[in-house]
Every structure is written in C-alpha cells, then in structure tokens.
C-alpha cells in the first residue's frame, strides 16, 4: 500500500511538473519570442525601406524622364530656330 501510495504521488508530481513551466522555461519562452518580435521589426524595417527606395527611384525615374523630355524639347528649338534662321537669311540674300 506505501508503495502504491508513494508511486501515485510521484506519478501526480511528475504530472504537475510538466503542466508547471519552470522559471527556466518561462525564460527561454520569452527570449524566443523577443526574437520573434526583433524578427518581424527587422522584417517590417526591411520592407519599408524597400518600399521608400521603390518610390525614390520612381521619383528619380521621373524625373529623368522630364529631363529627357525637357531636354528634347529644347533641341527641337533649337534646331527650328536654326532652320528659321537660314530660312531668313537665305529669303534675305534673295530679298523675299
């Protein structure tokens, strides 16, 4: 009877201490899911930078793009002004 006694409290502790975490347990737990949180900060920084360097180089590619289309436009000028010009100086030598 001391034996069946002495085995179903040992057997009722051996279950309680698998329900009751442990300080240690209780640590590790934390320290695993402080880890999990500096990971997902780390991710979502991540994530915004991608994105903040996505809209920097659309803004960049835009404006290259008006550059581009600014600079055209001023070599059509340019280039009309240069025809207009023979234009009058020819139409002046033959006296149009």
Request: net charge negative; with cysteine; charged share 25%.
């Amino acid at each position: 009877m001391k034996t069946r006694t002495l085995l179903a409290a040992a057997g009722l502790c051996a279950l309680a201490a698998c329900t009751n975490n442990t300080p240690v347990e209780n640590a590790s737990r934390n320290l695993s899911e402080a880890a999990d949180n500096v990971a997902d900060d780390f991710s979502n920084a991540a994530a915004n930078a991608s994105a903040a360097i996505a809209n920097q180089t659309g803004e960049m590619r835009n404006a290259l793009g008006n550059a581009a289309e600014t600079a055209r436009d001023r070599a059509d000028r340019i280039r009309d002004a240069a025809r207009n010009s023979v234009r009058d100086i020819g139409n002046a030598v033959e006296g149009r």
